[in-house]
């Protein structure tokens, strides 16, 4: 299994405050996502980078902020959670080889409620 | 536009059954990737196949094969002999070949696998 965690694995928190999620790699891949699952939508994707303090939005990047300092660690940050970020959240890797991109991998997610 | 079509919401079927999840996608690239993940009751999302657009060999592994068509813009996913074990969420994912690596999801297939 690829080394990826993501902390916590679950959080309820109230409207208007802000929140951070973890992931972490042990695989060394350049390449890090952030996707929300939500049912009937499957996986979208929030965010991604292609290295440290490289990235960019994916389709539903509104009210998320993201950050890598290093190539392990990928946070997202709700800066001011609202009922709508109600959701699970999956964080990804991958690497490219010979400009082929490889698969993604998951980590287990993490479950945020939003009151 | 790049787009992944999961027509069916939900499947049942009975152990022992053969079973289709259909799958159809929409891009204007030449080059591009095709997965599919499954996503058991625990939650996590375990990478099942990726195909590239200029292999349309036919994949079997196990239980389970591929089925790669270009000319229908399909690429349909059959179990074999279905197990209680195969009931999962099942997500199809089109990945294109434009250097930043990102996998555009289908609603996914609910498959449930009874005794």
């Known amino acids: 299994d690829a080394g990826i965690t993501q902390s916590p694995r679950h959080k309820v928190t109230e409207t208007g405050t802000p929140v951070t999620l973890r992931c972490h790699q042990t695989?060394?891949?350049?390449?890090m996502y952030w996707y929300r699952q939500d049912p009937g939508h499957g996986l979208r994707l929030i965010h991604y980078?292609?290295?440290?303090?490289?990235?960019d939005k994916g389709e539903v990047s509104d009210g998320y902020s993201v950050s890598r300092s290093k190539t392990e660690d990928f946070l997202l940050t709700l800066e001011s959670a609202t009922s709508s970020q109600t959701s699970v959240y999956f964080c990804?890797?991958?690497?490219?080889?010979?400009?082929?991109?490889?698969?993604?991998?998951f980590g287990p997610g993490t479950r945020l409620t939003v009151t | 536009a790049q787009k992944v079509t999961q027509a069916q919401t939900e499947i049942s079927v009975v152990e022992k059954e053969d079973v289709t999840l259909d799958c159809v996608y929409e891009?204007?690239?030449?080059?591009?990737?095709l997965f599919w993940y499954k996503q058991p009751p625990s939650g996590e999302l375990v990478f099942l196949i990726r195909?590239?657009?200029?292999?349309?060999q036919n994949e079997i592994s196990g239980r389970y094969s591929w089925n790669f068509q270009k000319s229908t813009s399909s690429f349909n996913f059959t179990i074999t002999a279905s197990q209680v074990v195969d009931s999962a969420v099942y997500f199809c994912?089109?990945?294109?070949?434009?250097?930043?690596?990102?996998?555009?999801f289908g609603t996914g297939t609910r498959l449930l696998v009874s005794p």
């Open positions: 990804a890797i991958s690497e490219s080889f010979d400009l082929v991109p490889g698969e993604q991998y």
């Open positions: 695989e060394n891949h350049r390449y």
């Open positions: 980078s292609y290295g440290v303090k490289d990235t």
């Open positions: 891009t204007r690239d030449t080059t591009y990737y």
């Open positions: 195909r590239n657009s200029f292999d349309e």
């Open positions: 994912a089109l990945l294109m070949n434009t250097g930043f690596q990102k996998l555009v």
